[in-house]
C-alpha cells in the first residue's frame, strides 16, 4: 500500500471543496495565481534541494513545451474548472473529474496507436453514460442546456479535456525528465501566466479583507493540494508502476463526495450517486491493463 499515493488523493478530493470556498470571495484567476504561486515556490525548493542545476538540463524546445504544458495543463485547465465550480457542486465535479482516464484512454486509441477492445469499448459507453446521467441528472431533454448547473458541469467536463491534451500531448516530454523536475518549470510557468491574467481582472487590494475560510481554503489549495500532494504522488511513482498507483485516482470522488457533504452540506441525488458508479465502473474496464 502506498500510504504517499493515499495521501495525495484525499488532499486533492478535498481540492473541490477549498476551491468552493474560495471562489466564494476570491476571483478564479486570482484564487489560481495564489495557489499555484505557492505551490511552485514549495516544490521548487524541494526540487532544488536535490537538483541546483536541474533546469540547466532543458533545451529551448524543452522549454517550449514547458510554456505549451503550462498554458493546457496548469493555467486553462484549473481556471476552467475553477469557473466551472462557480456553477456546479463539488460533488458533480468529483464525479465528473473521475472521467478523465476515459479521455486519455480515447485519445490513445485515436492519436497514438493503441488498440482498442471491446472491453475498452464497453468501459468507454458505461463511463460517458455514467457521465451524462450526472449532468443532466436523469432527465434527457434540450432543457439541460438552460440549467446554470449544466454550465458547470460542462466546463468541468472540459477542464477533463484539457488534461487529457496535457497528459496526452505531454507524454514524451513529462518521460524524459524526473516528475518533480519536469513539474517543477510547468507549474512556474503556469503561475506566471495565472499572474500576468490576474493582474488585468482581479483587484489585489481585496484580498486583504478575506475571511478566514477563504484564506484557508486559499492557503490548503497552494500548501497541500499545490505542493504536498504534487510531491507525495510523483514520489509514489518513482517507488512503484503507475498502473498500482493509478488505482488510488477511484478513492478521488468518493473522498469529495464524503467532504462536501460534511464541509459544505451539498446532497447527491441517487441519480448521481447511480451515475458516478456506472462512471468508475466504465473507467475501470476501459483502463484495465488485462
Not at 495521501?7 to 478564479?28: L, M, Q
Request: proline share 2%; charged share 10%.
Amino acid at each position: 500500500m502506498s500510504w504517499s499515493a493515499l495521501a495525495a488523493i484525499v488532499i486533492w478530493g478535498f481540492s473541490f471543496i477549498a476551491t468552493k470556498v474560495a471562489i466564494r470571495e476570491v476571483h478564479p484567476f486570482g484564487l489560481m495565481a495564489l495557489r499555484f504561486g505557492i505551490g511552485a515556490l514549495l516544490l521548487s525548493i524541494i526540487q532544488f534541494s536535490r537538483d541546483k542545476r536541474f533546469v540547466s538540463h532543458f533545451s529551448a524546445r524543452d522549454w517550449t513545451q514547458v510554456f505549451l504544458l503550462a498554458l493546457v495543463g496548469i493555467a486553462s485547465h484549473n481556471l476552467i474548472q475553477a469557473y466551472g465550480l462557480l456553477y456546479t457542486t463539488a460533488i458533480n465535479t468529483g464525479w465528473i473529474i473521475a472521467a478523465q482516464p476515459l479521455f486519455i484512454t480515447l485519445s490513445a486509441c485515436l492519436f497514438l496507436g493503441e488498440r482498442i477492445t471491446l472491453r475498452k469499448i464497453i468501459g468507454l459507453f458505461l463511463g460517458f453514460f455514467g457521465v451524462s446521467l450526472i449532468i443532466t441528472k436523469g432527465i434527457f431533454s434540450l432543457a439541460v442546456f438552460h440549467w446554470s448547473s449544466s454550465l458547470g458541469d460542462f466546463l468541468i467536463l472540459f477542464s477533463a479535456v484539457t488534461w487529457t491534451i496535457f497528459t496526452v500531448g505531454g507524454r514524451r516530454f513529462l518521460s524524459r525528465f524526473p516528475p518533480l523536475a519536469a513539474v517543477v518549470p510547468i507549474m512556474t510557468v503556469g503561475f506566471l501566466m495565472s499572474l500576468l491574467v490576474s493582474m488585468l481582472r482581479t483587484e489585489w487590494n481585496i484580498h486583504f479583507h478575506l475571511s478566514l475560510a477563504a484564506w484557508a481554503s486559499v492557503l490548503f489549495l497552494g500548501i497541500f493540494c499545490s505542493g504536498v500532494a504534487y510531491f507525495f504522488w510523483y514520489s509514489a511513482l518513482e517507488k512503484k508502476d503507475s498502473s498500482s498507483v493509478g488505482m488510488y485516482l477511484y478513492l478521488e470522488p468518493l473522498v469529495t463526495l464524503l467532504g462536501a457533504c460534511l464541509l459544505l452540506g451539498e446532497r447527491a441525488p441517487w441519480v448521481t450517486l447511480a451515475g458516478g458508479g456506472i462512471t468508475l465502473a466504465g473507467v475501470f474496464l476501459a483502463t484495465r491493463k488485462i
